[in-house]
């Protein structure tokens, strides 16, 4: 489909300087195959997002991706969360189950130190983790606000 462009349609161009903006602005249509919608957008706010394995993407960086936007899995009785493609993630996948994932802090459940390990996050590696109580400090303090300053969840780009 063809649509006119309305680059020379006088009242928008007068609407437009009257805005102030000075050149030419852009959208991007939404495309719901690529972007997460609203409601899938308000259940991972909950941390209530049920999603099967074969919608989940692997990131470059062994993050998970849903669409546009990072999160974090966890699933029904499992007492952690994951951020990466451990090897409990990998495995899940593979049985081709579901997951339960969000974007916000979660009460209840604490973060995979495999995946941690996985991204090395500060500085965390499987030797230095040998040292159980720095790992286990590490997981006690850590803050998802932090992560994403690292991993930023949404939107991806
Ligand atoms: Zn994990």
């Not at 909950?46 to 470059?60: D, P, Q």
């Not at 990998?90 to 495999?114: I, M, P, Y």
């Amino acid at each position: 489909m063809r649509i006119k462009t309305f680059d020379d349609f006088e009242p928008f161009n007068k609407l437009r300087k009257k805005m102030g903006t000075e050149s030419l602005g852009s959208f991007e249509l939404f495309d719901p195959q690529r972007q997460i919608t609203y409601s899938e957008r308000e259940s991972l706010e909950e941390g209530a997002f049920k999603v099967g394995s074969s919608r989940l993407r692997i990131l470059k960086d062994k993050t998970i991706a849903f669409k546009n936007t990072r999160l974090w899995l966890s699933w029904e009785g499992h007492e952690n969360f994951h951020l990466a493609a451990c090897d409990h993630v990998q495995k899940r996948r593979h049985a081709k189950s579901s997951f339960v994932a969000g974007l916000n802090d979660l009460t209840g459940k604490r973060v995979c130190l495999e995946c941690l390990m996985l991204l090395k996050f500060d500085g965390l590696d499987a030797r230095r983790s040998r040292r159980l109580d720095l790992a286990e400090t590490i997981q006690k303090e850590f803050k998802l606000g932090s992560f994403k300053k690292d991993y930023p969840f949404y939107p991806l780009i």
